[in-house]
């Protein structure tokens, strides 16, 4: 019986006019990832030749290979491959900074029964709606009279700074939809503050933390302004890195090379996404309060 | 077994009173139960007890020190919640043990610990799961142990059972019971159901509105209420009540002009002719009057409707406008069809002044 209604749902016009939609919208988003990574196989001569769209003759990964290695960005030819050490190096304890204190700091206003907790969640709200390039004259200031411009430390503080209102917002509704009388039930037994937090609103927020662990690695992965401001020559991320080599104006322009280097660039966060899938649906809390 | 000092305490929130001085003296090892409808203040006034909550003004004393601004850690006390609020990450025995460990005692103590309590909770094979995969009645028995292994000294519970099904809670009920005679554990139990009150406490405080309304045993609660409220709330059916004025000679009279005599009433003060009184009588004292007065002023019921209990059945009068109820015999006894005269004994019944609500 279940069976044949499935197979009528199916059949509804209806749905197979959903998913016509669904798989042309897919489609469209993917069409340029297409085109990058056929033209990232093809040789200069076969782009000229044929359509973007066309398949390559004979793939080859060698313009990984360069775009990885080889290429030349300015005066340095090293590919962009000193880059992704650069995107690690800012990401990793960027991610994990602004994470862990926007966690602490949602923890604490969502424990904060006080107007005066309201108002300052309102004025670091506030903080995700200015554009920060509003911001970005005096951070600059701020940063070079702190001698950070420039400076790894200083990349990692700003990406660190402009995350904080977004996981912060993100941790406190998240902390405040969690039962009070479990705070309470530690603090009879004694926890601190901090253990507590530790011991476990920690443990509980496991996929939320990987959500907003995410957002926040794409987010500063995928940066390139902030990036190009504050990380200087030394460090400077792969985007910016990509983006010196794409604009490259001596010799021809290898599209080829360049559309490899653009997936290299984007491979990490893909990775990221595709690895952490399952953490997105898993609801750890479900259940575990109430009977 | 410590004892608790609540002492004029007070606590609103912003512009609303939610306790307006509580005076409350728990002996070490009783039983008490805060017991009032929603909203009266009775959880607010545990938390308070709890170091949970700040107050606004007043004194907690436990073990007769000074706690009203201490640390809930520090106030030798245990607590379980109405959701249980066990953790949801850590296995039943690391939630037993949790407070040990972070109070840094040693594992070999933490471990005798959890084992003795978890053996007295008959929860020892529940030890390694996670409070997800436990049934209700399982996760309160967690519950409670986590409060017991930290300590058997005093003990909090927030309506425990509120969230179990019907037969659960008569069960968990006499686990309680057992509990407490077997530990000695000085016990403040807050609920709404005047079943628990009535069969776990060693003493009831009814609380209504932020005050405490009568504090005394669950039998005197039931049969000498200290005001109109808690002869309402106290009691299922709830109280016949009947309004009328008070005479010279100790009579009551309804304002259809019928009366009663209260000459074996027991009041608790000389009575004022005239006072406005409501008379209360439980169902269980009303009966058949067996030698009528046929007097024209006597009361006057008539037969509503039955539901049958059982054992016995519940009988709805008509009575002065009022609904009034009584115990009639299922088997045998003569159930009254037509209108007839009430009776019951002056000294079992309750009066109150219908402008205080306190007892006369």
Redesign the interface.
């Known amino acids: 019986m279940t069976r044949t209604s499935d197979r009528e749902r199916r059949r509804d016009p209806a749905r197979i006019a959903l998913y016509v939609f669904l798989l042309a919208s897919a489609a469209f988003f993917l069409l340029p990832v297409v085109v990058v990574v056929l033209n990232s196989l093809k040789t200069m001569d076969e782009i000229r030749q044929g359509s973007l769209l066309a398949l390559p003759a004979s793939p080859t990964f060698d313009f990984w290979r360069i775009a990885w290695s080889s290429a030349c960005s300015g005066i340095e030819c090293r590919g962009i491959s000193p880059g992704l050490f650069n995107s690690i190096k800012i990401a990793v304890p960027a991610v994990f900074l602004s994470v862990l204190v926007g966690a602490l700091n949602g923890y604490a206003l969502s424990q904060w029964k006080r107007p005066a907790a309201d108002r300052i969640m309102l004025a670091i709200t506030f903080g995700l709606f200015v554009p920060y390039q509003c911001m970005m004259y005096p951070t600059i200031v701020l940063a070079r009279t702190g001698g950070l411009f420039g400076t790894y430390p200083g990349i990692v503080l700003i990406h660190v700074v402009y995350g904080i209102p977004y996981t912060t917002l993100l941790f406190r509704n998240f902390y405040a939809g969690l039962?009070d009388?479990?705070t309470?039930?530690?603090?009879?037994?004694?926890?601190s503050f901090l253990?507590t937090f530790g011991?476990?609103m920690l443990?509980?927020s496991v996929n939320m933390l990987v959500v907003v662990g995410v957002l926040q690695f794409t987010g500063i992965w995928n940066d390139y302004f902030l990036g190009f401001i504050f990380a200087g020559n030394e460090n400077a991320p792969m985007t910016v890195q990509l983006n010196n080599l794409v604009n490259n104006t001596r010799g021809e322009v290898a599209i080829n090379v360049n559309m490899a280097a653009t997936i290299l660039t984007a491979l990490p966060t893909l990775l990221v996404y595709l690895l952490s899938g399952r953490y997105f649906v898993r609801g750890?809390?479900?259940?575990?309060?109430?009977? | 077994m410590i004892g608790v000092g609540i002492r004029g305490v007070t606590k609103s929130y912003g512009a609303l009173p939610i306790l307006r001085g509580i005076d409350l003296t728990i002996d070490p090892g009783e039983f008490v139960v805060l017991l009032g409808p929603s909203g009266c203040g009775k959880s607010t006034l545990l938390n308070i007890v709890a170091g949970l909550e700040p107050l606004d003004d007043g004194a907690i004393e436990i073990a007769g020190e000074d706690m009203t601004h201490a640390d809930p850690s520090k106030r030798h006390l245990a607590m379980v919640f109405q959701s249980y609020a066990l953790f949801p990450t850590m296995s039943v025995r690391q939630n037993l043990g949790f407070g040990m460990r972070i109070n840094r005692v040693p594992k070999a103590e933490i471990v005798r610990r959890v084992q003795s309590v978890a053996a007295l909770l008959q929860i020892e094979p529940l030890l390694d799961r996670k409070p997800a995969q436990l049934s209700g009645g399982q996760r309160q028995r967690v519950a409670i142990g986590r409060a017991l292994v930290r300590s058997t000294r005093l003990c909090l519970f927030d309506e425990p059972l509120s969230n179990l099904d019907a037969q659960l809670r008569a069960d968990m009920r006499v686990e309680l019971r057992r509990l407490h005679a077997d530990l000695g554990s000085t016990m403040i139990y807050v609920t709404h159901d005047q079943v628990e009150a009535m069969t776990l406490a060693s003493r009831v405080a009814v609380i209504n509105r932020g005050k405490v309304e009568q504090v005394d045993t669950p039998q005197k609660v039931y049969d000498r209420p200290a005001t109109l409220f808690v002869a309402r709330f106290v009691g299922s059916p709830a109280i016949n009540l009947l309004e009328g004025v008070l005479m010279a000679d100790r009579r009551f009279r309804s304002a259809t002009g019928a009366t009663v005599d209260l000459s074996g009433y027991a009041f608790a003060s000389t009575p004022r002719p005239g006072t406005e009184v409501v008379l209360g009588v439980r169902p269980d004292d009303v009966r058949v009057a067996e030698a009528p007065a046929r007097r024209g002023d006597a009361l006057s019921a008539v037969p509503a409707f039955t539901e049958s209990l059982g054992p016995r059945s519940l009988l709805w009068l008509e009575l002065d406008g009022q609904r009034w109820s009584m115990y009639v015999d299922a088997k045998g006894g003569a159930i009254p069809t037509g209108p007839f005269e009430p009776g019951f004994d002056a000294a079992d019944a309750s009066l109150f002044d219908k402008t205080t609500g306190v007892r006369l």
């Open positions: 039962p009388e479990l309470k039930a530690a603090r009879i037994e004694g926890a253990q011991h476990v443990p509980l750890i809390a479900a259940g575990a309060v109430k009977g």
